[in-house]
Nanobody, 117 residues
């Protein structure tokens, strides 16, 4: 059974930091070859890409998070991270992890990040 489990969300003040983790399991083939991404969905808005990373560790970021967020992956522990710094209230959303490529497309259930004073 494939599972992507996000953790690390919570309440943080503006200007603060959080690190999200996504542990994936149950994928037998190409698990370290698929791309991984973090997406978010704010209330009343569509889900959007935040950051992605390929198996070659090429990264891509939404303009709104460039310079503040960093995506990374650890193929030994099968975990993807999203380091979020200088958080803003507009970063408030449910953050989802996605693993895709090679005919695969898996999503986690999300973790809530709230940026508020």
């Amino acid at each position: 059974q494939v599972q992507l489990v996000e953790s690390g969300g919570g309440l943080v003040q503006p200007g603060g930091s959080l690190r999200l983790s996504c542990a994936y399991s149950g994928i037998i083939f190409n698990r370290n070859s698929m791309a991984m991404g973090w997406y978010r969905q704010a209330p009343g808005k569509e889900r959007e890409l935040v950051a992605s990373i390929t198996d070659a560790r090429n990264t891509n970021y939404a303009d709104s998070v460039k310079g503040r967020f960093t995506i990374s992956r650890d193929n030994f522990s099968l975990t993807v991270y999203l380091q979020m710094n200088s958080l803003k209230p507009e970063d408030t959303a449910v953050y989802y992890c996605r693993g895709y490529g090679y005919g695969m497309d898996y999503w986690g259930k999300g973790t809530l990040v709230t940026v508020s004073s």
